[in-house]
């Protein structure tokens, strides 16, 4: 990935993060958004062997995007790729969720990542330059979780799913490619967000025994899939899904 500025949102932390350190370590120039800026420059200096820089940024606010945006290619020079993985999981059955719980899930994990790829594609679209964009969908995406709860957050995905498929036909034409990596359970700080501590280990146990390979993600697997969908290997591959769950989609429950 040498010479390629990759602009990763929710870089502070989980599959962002991985994703973060793995395409510094590959040679490109990284700039690392999150709204936790400490998180943000922790990731910075777990990438010391390449040159990435950290931002502050609430993805939901398109104008602070835009001057980081700015400030990312004054720094690292005109943006190559986007890996769009910030993310938030709030939850609960329908009829009990407030609206501001769903407000703010969909405004984080669908329109941050539509305002993300929006000034993204503007910039090399003016710059006449090709590119690739990475979405971060979901299994909640294609099917309802076992466990419920999800309707926020399968809604949110299932935006970024339909985004992904019709910005990937607009953008062809200017030689960008616009995908998604559609992870499974990972081991991330998001994996647990809406678990009691008290109840993570039978969770674990749960989660594993459902999933076909039998264990949770590393968050370096999905971070190979999304740098994998960004480089040359797969430069025919545009409004595709690359799932990375451990077989969980393709799995029924009927046992008998």
């Not at 950290?54 to 995007?65: E, H, K, Q, S």
């Not at 501001?100 to 003016?126: C, H």
Request: charged fraction near 20%; include cysteine; proline fraction near 5%.
């Amino acid at each position: 990935m040498a010479e390629q500025h990759i602009v990763v949102t929710g870089g502070g932390s989980g599959i962002g993060r991985a994703t973060a350190v793995l395409a510094a370590a590959s040679g490109a120039r990284v700039s690392v958004l999150d709204r936790d800026h400490e998180a943000a420059q922790r990731t910075v200096q777990a990438a010391a062997a390449g040159a990435a820089h950290a931002y502050p940024c609430d993805v939901t606010d398109g104008t602070t995007l835009r001057t980081v945006l700015d400030a990312a290619e004054r720094a690292s020079g005109p943006i190559t790729g986007l890996v769009a993985a910030a993310g938030v999981d709030r939850g609960g059955p329908a009829h009990q969720l407030p609206e501001e719980v769903w407000r703010e899930v969909v405004d984080v994990n669908l329109t941050g990542a539509f305002l993300a790829a929006r000034d993204v594609l503007r910039r090399m679209v003016e710059a006449g330059t090709p590119g690739a964009l990475v979405l971060c969908s979901s299994p909640a995406a294609f099917v309802g979780f076992a466990a419920g709860g999800a309707s926020a957050y399968a809604a949110s995905k299932g935006g970024v799913s339909a985004l992904t498929r019709s910005m990937a036909v607009d953008y062809a034409a200017y030689g960008i490619r616009v995908n998604a990596v559609v992870p499974g359970s990972t081991e991330t700080p998001l994996m647990w967000a809406a678990v009691a501590p008290a109840d993570r280990d039978a969770m674990r146990k749960q989660v594993e025994r459902e999933i076909p390979l039998g264990r949770l993600a590393d968050p370096t697997e999905p971070a190979r899939a999304a740098l994998w969908l960004l480089g040359q290997e797969s430069s025919y591959v545009t409004g595709s899904h690359l799932v990375c769950d451990g077989g969980v989609l393709a799995k029924a429950s009927i046992s008998v």
